[in-house]
T-cell receptor, first 116, second 112 residues
């Protein structure tokens, strides 16, 4: 099946610094990729939809200047958490929608961000 | 009212039991329905996907969609301890580039 590779899987950073998370589709071209955030014991919350070669579409309440998304190629999307603060600590997951899965996304393995 | 309702559980069953997981939804535009399995601290894994109403079987898993009732189900036969995870239903109105709307997830525990 389709594979989405996400790195890093775990990162700790100091408050005020920026962190970049990479999401790569390994065996399909991802025109669209989706970024989610998940708090412990909660479901996934869609943050933004990234489209190759254009600006991302952010969900209501998501700060576009804090969560910078770049989708420069059909296989790579990045999420940069700028000026991170402890409240940004969470589990971030990316996904793509490869063909042949009836609308089902393939998710990356997730990135656990801890801001200290 | 949420677009997708799913009982969060936890649901605890003995090994070998048949498990039934369910979701209801309110948006009649949904046409594509999926079930994901998520282990702790991992990304969700696509288990089953179906289009419109009907049944689909894959090994020990059977997915059912009843659009007239706005109700979807996932059945797991001969449940194993390795099936212990959170199961999320998801649905969308289109096949590509469309937002998936997720249920809250049901925690399943299969006891050996």
């Amino acid at each position: 099946g389709a594979v989405v590779s996400q790195h890093p899987s775990w990162v700790i950073c100091k408050s005020g610094t920026s962190v970049k998370i990479e999401c790569r589709s390994l065996d399909f071209q991802a025109t669209t990729m989706f970024w989610y955030r998940q708090f412990p014991k909660q479901s996934l919350m869609l943050m933004a939809t990234s489209n190759e070669g254009s600006k991302a579409t952010y969900e209501q309440g998501v700060e576009k200047d804090k969560f910078l998304i770049n989708h420069a190629s059909l296989t790579l999307s990045t999420l940069t958490v700028t000026s991170a603060h402890p409240e940004d600590s969470s589990f971030y997951i990316c996904s793509g929608d490869p063909p042949g899965q009836g609308g089902g996304y393939t998710f990356g393995s997730g990135t656990r961000l801890t801001v200290v | 009212q949420k677009e997708v309702e799913q009982d969060p559980g936890p649901l605890s069953v003995p090994e070998g039991a048949i498990v039934s997981l369910n979701c209801t939804y309110s948006n009649s535009a949904f046409q594509y329905f999926m079930w994901y399995r998520q282990y702790s601290r991992k990304g969700p894994e696509l288990l089953m996907y179906t289009y419109s109403s009907g049944n689909k079987e894959d090994g020990r898993f059977t997915a059912q969609v009843d659009k007239s009732s706005k109700y979807i189900s996932l059945f797991i036969r001969d449940s194993q301890p390795s099936d212990s995870a959170t199961y999320l239903c998801a649905m969308s109105a289109g096949e590509y580039g469309n937002k998936l709307v997720f249920g809250a997830g049901t925690i399943l525990r299969v006891k050996s």
